[in-house]
Each structure stands twice: as C-alpha cells, then as structure tokens.
C-alpha cells in the first residue's frame, strides 16, 4: 500500500506564495506520474499540474506562469510552489501519484488534501 502525505497549505493574501509538499511512502518501485488537483466548494476536482517520469510539466491554463511543479526521486517527493496567488485558487489541493507497487501492481493514490485560502 502506497501512503500519500500533504503539507504547506494555509492562508495567503492575494499575491502570495505558498509551497505545497507531498511525499509518498510504503512499497513503491517506481513512478509513473505525480500530480496536483484542486477542489473547490461546488466545483469538480481539476488537474493544476502534473509531472511524468520522464517527459514535461503539464498545467492547467489558469496557474500557467504562476505555479510550479517539481519533484524529489529520491525522496519520491513532489511540490507545487505557487506564486501570484488569487482568491480563485482557494481551493483543497490533493496530490496524486501512480506507479507500481513492490508486488509489481500499479496503484493510484491521492493525499488526504490540504487547504489553501487566498483572501485579504
């Protein structure tokens, strides 16, 4: 079982910056893909941004130029670092990887989400 575990959420102002962090842990042996979506009240759940193993970045058109993923091999880490924050990114941010297990099963999993609110 692979877990998920999020952090660096909170409350910004508008023009702010936060870095969101998620690692993943348990029997992994590799990764496909790891990613960033957002919930907002009302709203379906959405892609932000997204990095393959091998290959470019994705982004959603609404964060292009403001936010950024990257990630950590070695500590199968990856983070949103997210700048020029707006009041309509407020929203709970999940992460998700996919992969395949030691047990050479793919898997999918999504962090337990963290909050993000850009208000003044």
């Known amino acids: 079982q692979v877990q998920l575990v999020e952090s660096g959420g909170g409350l910004v102002q508008p023009g702010g910056s936060l870095r969101l962090s998620c690692k993943a842990s348990g029997s992994i042996v590799s990764i496909s893909a790891m990613g960033w979506y957002r919930q907002a009240p009302g709203k379906q759940r959405e892609l932000v941004a997204s990095i393959p193993s091998g290959g470019s970045s994705n982004y959603a058109d609404s964060v292009k130029g403001r936010f950024t993923i990257s990630k950590d091999n070695a500590q199968n880490t990856v983070y949103l670092q997210m700048n020029s924050l707006k009041p309509e990114d407020t929203a709970v941010y999940y992460c998700?990887?996919?992969?395949?297990?030691?047990?050479?099963?793919?898997?999918?999993?999504w962090g337990q989400g963290t909050q993000v609110t850009v208000s003044s």
């Open positions: 998700n990887v996919d992969g395949v297990t030691g047990r050479l099963r793919l898997f999918d999993s």
